[in-house]
C-alpha cells in the first residue's frame, strides 16, 4: 500500500506524516528529500547553470531561490524540472510496504498513479496564513506561495480521501491516525 499526503502549504501535511511515523509506518518526504539534494554537489551544480545568482559558494541561497520561483512560473518549471526527477527516483527506490509519502507536488511530478491511495489535507485559508506567519513568512510571501501552488479543486480530483483541517491539532492528529490505520494496517 503506497499513500500519497498531498495538500497546500499550510494545510497540516507534515503533521499527518507525524502521525504516520508515530504508528510506524515507513515515510518519505519529499521536502526532506530536496533538502538532502540541496547539500548534494551534483545537484547543486544543475541549479547553479540555471539560477547563477542563487547559489553562492557552491550553497544554494534558498530564500533567494524561493523568491524567485514563487514569482515566476518559468523559473518555478525549470526548478521542479531538475528537482522531480531526483524526488520521484528516490520515492521510486523505496520497496516498503505500507510506504506514507508526503508529496505536495504530486501532480506536477507525475506520480499519482504510483500511489493507491491520496490524502487531501484541507484546512481554510486564513488558518493556513495564520499557521505560515508562525513559522515566520510574511503574509505577502505566505500568499505568493499559496497563490503558486495547484487550487484546491484540482486536488481533490486526485484524492481518493480527504482529512479536513480545520480543528485543533488533536482534531487533526486523531483523523490522521484514524484514517492511517484503516488505510496501512
Excluded: W, Y
Amino acid at each position: 500500500m503506497k499513500v500519497a499526503v498531498i495538500g497546500g502549504i499550510g494545510t497540516g501535511k507534515s503533521e499527518v506524516l507525524r502521525v504516520a511515523r508515530e504508528m510506524g509506518l515507513a515515510c518519505l518526504s519529499a521536502d526532506e528529500i530536496n533538502a538532502d539534494l540541496l547539500r548534494n554537489p551534483e545537484h547543486i551544480a544543475r541549479i547553479a547553470a540555471r539560477f547563477p545568482d542563487c547559489v553562492v559558494c557552491g550553497v544554494v541561497d534558498k530564500p533567494r531561490l524561493a523568491s524567485l520561483v514563487f514569482s515566476d512560473s518559468e523559473s518555478r518549471k525549470a526548478l521542479n524540472a531538475i528537482a522531480h526527477p531526483e524526488i520521484v527516483k528516490k520515492i521510486s527506490e523505496c520497496d516498503a510496504d505500507p510506504l506514507v509519502v508526503e508529496l505536495p507536488l504530486l501532480l506536477e511530478s507525475g506520480m499519482k498513479d504510483a500511489f493507491d491511495e491520496v490524502i487531501l489535507v484541507t484546512a481554510p485559508r486564513r488558518a493556513r496564513l495564520k499557521r505560515l506567519e508562525g513559522r515566520g513568512l510574511t503574509s505577502e510571501r505566505a500568499r505568493a506561495i499559496m497563490r503558486a501552488q495547484l487550487p484546491v479543486f484540482l486536488l481533490r480530483r486526485a484524492a481518493t480521501r480527504t482529512i479536513d483541517n480545520s480543528g485543533s491539532l488533536d482534531e487533526l492528529r486523531e483523523a490522521a491516525h484514524d484514517l492511517l490505520r484503516l488505510l496501512c494496517e
